[in-house]
């Protein structure tokens, strides 16, 4: 047993000469950036916006809707939408 702790402590020794402090936080945080940027594409994925992303699309609606004053849609036989828009 004495001579399992001994063979243990040994391969610690050469673990942590191998590895670093500064090389393990260097991990840590390049894991942590990782993980950022997956939550940033799974938000953009799932259609998640910021509230300045949402004021803009909202703005730019506004606008378009400002622009057009008359949609009339005719459907086709072919199954196909046509639209037309009637600017003010």
């Known amino acids: 047993m004495l ?4 063979q243990g402590n040994q391969v610690l020794k050469e673990i942590h000469k191998e590895m670093s402090l500064e090389a393990v936080e260097k991990l840590i945080e390049e894991t942590d950036e990782a993980r950022a940027y997956q939550r940033e594409v799974s938000n953009l ?3 998640a916006m910021t509230n300045e992303e949402e004021d803009a699309v909202e703005d730019e609606l506004e606008a378009l809707e400002r622009e057009v004053s008359i949609v009339i849609v005719i459907f086709s036989s072919r199954g196909w939408l046509i639209f037309f828009f009637f600017p003010l």
């Open 45 to 47: 994925l799932a259609g």
């Open 3 to 6: 001579y399992g702790l001994q």
